[in-house]
């Protein structure tokens, strides 16, 4: 018996913690979603493109091998039609069947904004199936209708970039209808009303962020995780509440 492993598995499990191991070479899992149809994660791969599925028990099997799909990012379910949700890092979002992996649509972002760099990233979804697309490395943010026709939904000039910087990243909905979305270069949660974009605003925080990644919404919209990708030891996750709606 390891006393101190089971100590260390008794405190996570008191908190809510838990863990699950998988292996496979040379994935860099990027992405992840659960399906609840299916009781199974979907995780991406930025080196393969692949997606694949992971078991509660940590088994690891290949889902969808797609020759379009060569970086795979972020990740989102569609549950009313159960769809897959799929950013392709050069540019583009597959959407796929969650119990066939059969290729429904694929739709290319990168001619939308003509001479701007690409790197798309996470997806959110709205009740009525509009996807919202990020891109980190120019201040835009893609939307995708049901029937697969996308437009630009929001871009900011002053949200530009310089070569090497990362802008937005993990993005959310809110069922208020507005959207969350992290931008890591300003270690800022900015605030976007799907109604009217150009009124957005920074979300007031009472703690740091330190590159601010992935995010979480709750279901009542009243809790926000945000993954703070550091690196170099320094990475953590961080759980905001709030009362106002994600002013502060």
Do not use: H
Request: hydrophobic share 40%; proline share 6%.
């Amino acid at each position: 018996m390891n006393f101190e492993s089971d100590i260390a598995n008794k405190k996570k499990k008191e908190a809510g913690v838990q863990q699950i191991n998988f292996t496979s070479q040379n994935l860099f899992p990027e992405g992840v979603v659960y399906d609840p149809f299916n009781d199974r994660f979907y995780v991406s791969s930025v080196t393969t493109g692949d997606i694949g599925i992971v078991t509660s028990d940590g088994n690891y099997t290949p889902f969808i091998t797609d020759p379009a799909l060569t970086a795979t990012t972020g990740l989102e379910i569609d549950k009313a039609r159960k769809l897959l949700y799929v950013s392709n890092s050069p540019g583009s979002v597959g959407v796929y069947d969650i119990n066939s992996g059969e290729r429904i649509n694929f739709i290319n972002l990168a001619s939308l904004v003509p001479g701007a760099r690409v790197f798309v990233n996470d997806i959110a979804l709205d009740p009525q199936g509009n996807a919202y697309v990020t891109n980190s490395l120019s201040p835009v943010i893609y939307k995708i209708t049901p029937d697969g026709i996308a437009t630009i939904f929001f871009q900011e000039p002053a949200l530009a970039l310089a070569p090497g910087q990362f802008g937005f990243n993990g993005i959310e909905y809110g069922n208020g209808g507005y959207l969350l979305v992290s931008y890591t270069n300003n270690n800022q949660i900015i605030k976007i009303p799907v109604s009217e974009p150009s009124v957005y605003s920074v979300v007031t925080l009472n703690a740091a962020l330190n590159r601010p990644d992935g995010l979480l919404l709750s279901k009542d919209g009243k809790q926000l995780i945000v993954v703070n990708n550091a690196g170099g030891g320094a990475g953590m996750v961080l759980s905001f509440a709030t009362d106002d709606k994600w002013e502060t």
